[in-house]
């Protein structure tokens, strides 16, 4: 059976000095697969549009901010992350500059800047907090990789580098 993931997009948008993170606090939903976790900013791509305009959109969409820098932290295969055991596949994004002024909420919940060194204290999907380190990385080096998740849990976890081989945790 071929592959057929849902793609998405995942943004942390930076404050202007790099401290602080926005992240959303998935708070308004009670259908919501995320419901109580804070997580960064997007979702799924439409049909006919990249990866770039796909995660900007997002952005405007739950935060209200026009993004004017991002950098591509990387990719996530998450087999079997979704709700019914759907497979996703992440674009992830770091927002380094933007205009505007934030929402306080959007339809998925409370907008909230976190200090960056607080974010691994927030609920998290577990699975973020093997990957967000990576985010936050000076200098920034693009990784690639896999979070096969079972029962709402990731089960292992594999990153790559363009430049060296696959390590395991």
């Known amino acids: 059976m071929p592959y057929q993931p849902i793609v998405a997009t995942l943004g942390y948008v930076m404050s202007p000095d790099g401290a602080r993170v926005l992240m959303i606090h998935?708070?308004?939903?009670?259908?919501?697969?995320?419901?109580?976790?804070?997580?960064?900013?997007?979702?799924?791509?439409?049909?006919?549009?990249?990866?770039?305009?796909?995660?900007?959109?997002?952005?405007?969409?739950?935060?209200?901010?026009?993004?004017l820098e991002m950098k591509l932290a990387g990719t996530i295969n998450w087999p079997g992350f979704g709700k019914h055991g759907e497979d996703w596949l992440g674009f992830i994004f770091r927002v380094e500059a933007f205009r505007g002024e934030c929402l306080e909420r959007s339809a998925e919940g409370r907008l909230e800047w976190v200090e960056r060194e607080r974010v691994l204290d927030l609920p998290l999907w577990e699975g973020d907090r093997y990957f967000l380190p990576l985010v936050f990385a000076e200098p920034l080096r693009p990784f690639h990789g896999v979070m096969p998740?079972?029962?709402?849990?990731?089960?292992?976890?594999?990153?790559?580098?363009?430049?060296?081989?696959?390590?395991?945790r």
């Open 149 to 168: 998740y079972d029962g709402g849990s990731p089960v292992d976890w594999r990153v790559s580098y363009l430049d060296e081989r696959p390590t395991s």
């Open 26 to 67: 998935r708070d308004a939903r009670e259908d919501d697969h995320h419901l109580g976790k804070y997580n960064g900013l997007g979702g799924k791509l439409a049909r006919d549009e990249d990866v770039v305009s796909g995660m900007r959109r997002e952005i405007h969409e739950e935060s209200g901010l026009e993004v």
